[in-house]
């Protein structure tokens, strides 16, 4: 059994040769089908994981006030987009004081800048680094971790210390490369701040990287950059999970108290939830799944009826070979198996090229993007299952055709 199976390989790889244009015309077309396929599930992967990772670490007891919710605003006809005030610093700070719910750690941040330039001796960065003003809290409910030195104090930022948090890129790639941050000066604005933390790497999210940012005291922050209508952000973490809903419900309350708020006007806020968001971006990524299914479909389709219609015409080519292998004693089965073994063949190949390239395609993107990559195991056994089902649809008729000839006429075929 063995040896006839391999014999039927040889013939059908002879085969393969011998028509060479059309078999390869057929592998790039059933490969241009995996590879859509696979690509969009290998990007799909990486974004899940990425955004997944990002909100895990968050902890899914957390919890942040915002100036709207973080979801899909729509407006049309004779609607009107309500338009939600800032959360302004004395909101924020008037929230963190009056919130006592237990077993809660309340923070309070926001983002000074996006385009600071930070320098080091004579060193500088390009101007695109991110400064954000924190508490102590912050690096807790962010889901951040200092992998050398350590976080701001309360004294820290009560006393409005010039010190700061570094991102990770600083101390691996930038301006701190070969040397030991820690204790150094470096100057954002021509003020002065001294190193005492450098943040664990976090990547970066939709090309935004989360490890070119330095962190420094909020209030002074808020003294360096001031600026109009600055929108403050609150997070706040829960100790136990099974209280997150009650601390979200009596946050509310508490915030509405703080924006002045009758019992008749909605909330002007957002609250979102680390899991909420997690489900959300699930929601993205399962219409993304989705839509690979059906342009991979659609283009496998074509190439399924190519493949069936080249194992047709080297049927009808091949109408003698049959019946001179039918008059020494070819049984039907073994015919038919020959074909069979044929388009598995020109399938599994054009799906074996079909995944490098989608994957290759998948890698490509996910590191320009700066998204970790993750091995698609869901999209290659996905693939290897489609073009196997590919050839078995494809390849029934024709070897069953083959199978079916009659062995005179095929002799007399010419």
């Known amino acids: 059994m063995l040896g006839l199976f391999r014999e039927n390989i040889k013939v059908a790889l002879g085969s393969i040769r011998t028509q060479l244009l059309r078999t390869v015309l057929t592998i790039v077309i059933i490969a241009i089908g995996i590879t859509a396929l696979v690509g969009i599930l290998t990007i799909v992967t990486a974004i899940d994981y990425n955004m997944n990772s990002s909100f895990a670490s968050m902890g899914s007891n957390t919890f942040n006030i915002n100036r709207y919710e973080n979801a899909t605003r729509r407006s049309g006809g004779n609607e009107v987009e309500k338009i939600n005030p800032i959360i302004s610093y004395p909101q924020a700070k008037a929230f963190k004081e009056n919130y006592k719910y237990p077993l809660t750690n309340t923070s309070v941040s926001f983002t000074a800048t996006t385009t600071a330039e930070v320098k080091y001796e004579n060193k500088k960065t390009d101007p695109e680094i991110s400064v954000l003003g924190v508490d102590e809290i912050f690096v807790q409910n962010s889901g951040l971790e ?115 708020l009758n019992p008749v006007e909605e909330n002007n806020f957002g609250i979102s939830k680390s899991e909420d968001l997690a489900n959300r971006i699930a929601e993205m990524t399962g219409v993304l799944n ?125």
Not at 152 to 158: A, G, Q, R, S
Not at 218 to 234: E, G, L, W
Not at 245 to 259: L, P, Q, S, Y
Request: aromatic share 8%; net charge positive.
């Open 146 to 260: 200092i992998e050398n030195g350590r976080n701001f104090t309360v004294f820290d930022i009560n006393n409005n210390a010039y010190a700061c948090v570094i991102g990770s890129d600083f101390a691996s790639k930038g301006i701190f490369k070969d040397v030991n941050p820690i204790d150094k000066i470096i100057s954002i604005r021509g003020a002065k701040f001294r190193v005492i933390g450098v943040l664990k790497e976090k990547g970066s999210t939709f090309g935004n990287s989360q490890d070119l940012r330095v962190l420094i005291p909020i209030q002074v922050a808020r003294s360096m950059f001031s600026m109009p209508n600055v929108n403050y952000t609150i997070s706040t973490m829960v100790d136990k999970k099974e209280l997150l809903n009650e601390a979200v419900d009596n946050a509310t309350i508490t915030m509405r108290k703080v924006r002045k």
């Open 290 to 414: 989705m839509s690979a299914w059906v342009m991979g479909i659609i283009t496998i389709l074509g190439s399924s009826i190519a493949l069936m219609n080249i194992m047709i015409v080297s049927v009808t080519e091949r109408t003698r070979e049959i019946g001179v292998r039918k008059a020494l004693g070819a049984k039907k089965s073994t015919i038919a198996t020959q074909f069979f073994i044929e388009t598995l063949t020109i399938g599994q190949l054009g799906g074996l090229f079909g995944i490098i390239l989608g994957i290759l395609i998948g890698y490509l993107i996910c590191l320009a993007a700066g998204w970790l990559f993750v091995i698609p195991w869901q999209a290659i056994i996905a693939a290897v299952a489609t073009s196997f089902i590919v050839a078995v649809v494809s390849g029934s008729y024709p070897a069953i055709k083959a199978s079916k000839l009659d062995p005179i006429e095929a002799l007399r075929y010419e």
